[in-house]
């Protein structure tokens, strides 16, 4: 329901809010605003390893403190696969 995904989207922000910051923008540039990591790492001159490393930091963060809003997540998405077909 529209109530469940806008409490999901409530915690991913809440959840993105906590990380630290640099770890946060390497998340965010790759996420939403799909860059690859060459192209963070140039733009914020970082090597690929340091952009990996803020990466697989964000992504275990993220992980386990949303991990209770997986059943919603997959509600919503199921519905989506649902009313296309």
């Not at 469940?4 to 409530?10: G, I, R, S, V």
């Amino acid at each position: 329901t529209q109530i469940e995904f806008d409490e999901l989207q409530t915690k991913i922000s809440e959840a993105l809010d906590v990380l630290p910051p640099k770890c946060r923008q390497v998340f965010e540039l790759s996420r939403f605003e799909e860059k690859k990591y060459r192209e963070i790492a140039d733009e914020l001159n970082i090597s690929i390893k340091t952009v990996e490393n803020h990466m697989g930091k964000a992504l275990g963060l993220l992980r386990t403190s949303l991990k209770e809003y997986l059943p919603i997540y997959l509600a919503f998405v199921l519905e989506i696969i649902k009313n296309k077909g």
